[in-house]
């Protein structure tokens, strides 16, 4: 393994291995829905406001949907790393599928669907 990328790899890990189950917020069913909605809003403001929207264009002018899904999987892991909130993409859930399932146990879930607009 390169040395570089060696480096990386034990810093990630010890960082990982740095924390604790006890620094990890735990969220009542309205501190739930909160922080979903605030990380939904904040996936929001980068595409439109930070320029995400970039990342996202295709070469024909129109937006790649898995690159949407993937970018929204990274800020919301990003955004939620340090809570007890599981994030989950492609669930089916017996009618099909959703884009992302957010969870802590089984009475507290969200499900979140994108959905691409036909503009630029």
């Known amino acids: 393994m390169p040395k570089d990328i060696k480096e990386e790899y034990q810093r990630i ?3 990982l291995a740095s924390h ?3 620094e990890v917020k735990k969220y009542s069913v309205d501190e739930f829905k909160e922080a979903v909605i605030e990380m939904v ?3 929001k403001n980068v595409v439109e406001h930070q320029k995400g ?3 996202l264009n295709t070469s024909e002018g129109g937006v ?3 690159k949407v899904q993937r970018l929204f999987q990274i800020i919301a ?3 939620l790393k340090d809570t007890d909130i599981l994030v989950n993409q492609e669930v089916d859930l017996g009618r099909g ?3 992302f399932y957010f969870s802590i146990g089984k009475n ?3 499900l979140i669907e994108l959905k691409l607009g036909k503009h630029q």
């Open 97 to 99: 599928s959703v884009d």
């Open 13 to 15: 890990r010890d960082n």
């Open 108 to 110: 507290k879930r969200a």
């Open 41 to 43: 809003k904040y996936f």
């Open 64 to 66: 790649n949907e898995k």
């Open 53 to 55: 929207f970039e990342l």
């Open 77 to 79: 892991k990003l955004c």
């Open 20 to 22: 604790s189950l006890d």
